[in-house]
């Protein structure tokens, strides 16, 4: 099928107000391709979802030019909730519903894609669309066990037939030009105990934020830029929005993060990020993992420093694009009883030799190149609280989701 014009340009004014809010020049010849808020992200309620809600801070809707499918105006089925709606609100002068307290002093947008209640059902605009490779059904199942994707992947032209039963949807947002957006929160919407109204989920999505993308100007004026790109675990302990890590006296949930960076000779395009094109790309390309973890911001532990995956893109001779996909996985080994970090300093193979302190002693959360990496077989290890043994089955948990960037230097 033909994609329109406007998606091979669409995210570029996104990505540039994303460097703006970091006070920092778009000077130095670089241009972003790519999304400030891009991603596929899988249901993890443990129930069917019927919708899904982005909340963006400090933005009013007239400064959003793209809600995920908009781009495509004759094919809304991409996804079975078609088009979103957007609605504002204004928390600076009254008290917030209970459900977005923590929007509380902010004026910003509700983007949210839902089924609507038609005689006592939950019904999906798209969910049965005719001109759909499928029928997609009304809402988004619960699959306990996923399969990872590229950030760019969960409608029918990324994941085709499977799209249906595979448990996640793709969402994005594009800014106008030179537009900061505040704090961006992801809810699943559920239906109330009435079965009448659709509710945010009890915890947010647990996906983590966009990482955020930073042009460093070259040292010589001729020189090609540096590209950082950071990706950290949510900033919100287990999930709840209303408490902020940077107010916790323990760690936050850790996350493994599955860093796929491919560069290449020719210009990104946004319709060239899915798993079928990436696959057949000529290029060069460099995989890493990284735990990410936030730490306290209060207490005996605030200071720590955080875990979080910062890379340079330095672009050599020839290379005029990058494309990062973010894989994200959760943290399935030992924490800390007490401050919830994560155990990933000594394991031991058996649990008499974890009792016994013993000499079988590995890292468990690194290769033996010293880089992070997550080990997937069973292992013990001793709470350094109560001298307890703790067993793990591995440390690399449920994978929840993906986004991708995707950048070219001129």
Known sequence: MKRSATHRALWVTASLAALASLGLSTAAHA????????????????????GFEIDIEDVDASQLTREFPSNFTTQPWLIRYGLPTVTSYDWTTATPDAAHAYDAGHKGVLVTWAATLQ?????????????????AGNGTPYNPKPTATTGESCWWWGLGATYPNAGCEHFGVSFAGGVVPGKM?????????????????????T??????????????????????????????????????????????????????????????????????????????????????????????????????????????????????????YKFSGAYDSETHEALCDLFYGTAAAAAANGATVQVSCQNNNGD??????????????FGVVKAAKGNLGVYIGAHVNAYNVK
């Open 31 to 50: 241009q972003i391709i790519g999304s400030y808020d891009n991603f596929d992200v899988f249901n993890d309620t443990g129930k069917t979802a019927e």
């Open 119 to 135: 005689g006592g059902a939950w019904v999906a605009s798209q969910g049965s669309a005719a001109g759909a490779p499928g029928i």
């Open 185 to 205: 929160t992801y809810h699943w919407k559920l239906p109330d105990p009435s079965n009448t109204t659709l509710v945010n989920g009890t915890l947010e999505a």
């Open 207 to 328: 996906m983590p934020a966009s990482p955020i993308l930073v042009v460093v100007p070259p040292a010589v004026p001729a020189a090609l830029p540096v590209v950082q790109a950071v990706a950290r675990a949510p900033a919100d302990a287990g999930g709840d929005p209303n408490r902020p890590q940077a107010g916790e006296p323990q760690f936050g949930d850790a996350f493994w993060v599955k860093t796929t960076t491919l560069y290449g000779a020719v210009d990104a395009q946004l319709e060239g990020l899915q798993v079928h094109n990436i696959k057949n790309l000529k290029v060069r390309k460099v995989v890493t993992w990284k735990l990410l973890q936030r730490p306290p911001g209060v207490g005996a532990k605030a200071g720590a420093p955080e875990r979080e995956a910062a890379e340079n893109d330095n672009f050599a001779k020839g290379i005029v694009q990058v494309t990062k996909q973010y894989q994200y």
């Open 372 to 385: 992070d990496f997550p080990y997937t077989k069973a292992y013990y290890t001793t709470d350094p609280v």
